[in-house]
């Protein structure tokens, strides 16, 4: 595992300002735990208080629009989540890519405002059950990331790749530590491809799928898991820091 684990709750689409009392207790534990970085990603509505309540954790956004401003009715730009306390953006979730249509270059092209305004990305990726029984994940997510991940110089400092296998998502299944293993190490592989050695070897690799505390050790023990993105798991404090519990605890071990 990584020097210091990156654990990542997304929030999805949960939360009012009730939830805040939440965001506090993560924050709180957390600073024990400063062998972790953990972050919250809650709903764009709470993302400056949670940014005032909570000051330790980091906190981002789930997504964002890929232009600077204009006229894009709902949407929200990189530069308006700097401004409302985020210092991250996830960018490219399946649920993004399946209910919004997003292509892989509409998630490079948001990446790559991300970055633009000096905040860090985190890239998702990741097969469908199909694409998995017909033995085509780690093809399926090396295109993905060929066409998803910012380009240009220092693109990869700021950067952050999550693998998330669709069908592992909310649905209490997960691949094996194995396949998890396989996946990372042939992430690592495009990485070095597109950034070259040194760049490429220092992006950090997130499993994200079902993690909860319970499977938390074996998963983040897979070859070159760098941290996880949690859901479900992340909306309560006691279930997040069961698994921000287990990350410390296998650093010390
Ligand atoms: P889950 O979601 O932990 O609820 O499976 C993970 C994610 O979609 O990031």
Redesign the pocket.
């Known amino acids: 595992m990584a020097v210091r684990p990156y654990i990542v709750g997304?929030w999805?689409m949960h939360g009012t300002r009730a939830m805040l009392s939440e965001a506090r207790a993560i924050d709180r534990a957390a600073e024990r735990l400063m062998k972790v970085e953990v972050a919250l990603a809650p709903p764009f509505t709470l993302i400056h208080a949670t940014r005032k309540e909570a000051g330790l954790i980091g906190v981002g956004s789930q997504d964002c629009h890929a232009a600077e401003g204009g006229a894009h009715t709902g949407d929200i730009s990189a530069a308006m989540l700097k401004d409302s306390g985020a210092g991250f953006v996830i960018v490219g979730?399946?649920?993004r890519r399946a209910d919004h249509g997003e292509k892989d270059a509409d998630v490079r092209a948001k990446a790559e405002s991300v970055l633009a305004v000096g905040m860090s990305v985190i890239v998702?990726v990741g097969e469908t059950e199909e694409q998995r029984d017909a033995g085509k994940a780690e093809s399926v997510v090396a295109r993905q990331l060929k066409g998803s991940l910012p380009a240009g110089d220092g693109a990869a400092e700021k950067l952050t790749v999550?693998y998330?296998p669709v069908w592992?998502?909310?649905?209490g299944r997960t691949p094996t530590v194995d396949d998890v293993s396989a996946m990372h190490r042939s992430i690592r592989q495009v990485l070095v491809d597109l950034f070259g050695d040194e760049a490429g070897a220092k992006v950090r690799i997130l499993y994200?799928?079902?993690?909860?505390a319970e499977n938390a050790a074996e998963l983040l023990a897979a070859d070159d898991v760098g941290g996880a993105?949690?859901?479900?798991?992340?909306l309560t404090a006691e279930a997040f820091l069961g698994i921000i519990a287990v990350a410390a605890e296998m650093q010390e071990n």
């Open positions: 997304n999805k979730h399946s649920e998702c999550a998330e592992a998502i909310g649905t994200g799928g079902s993690v909860k993105l949690v859901g479900g798991a992340s």
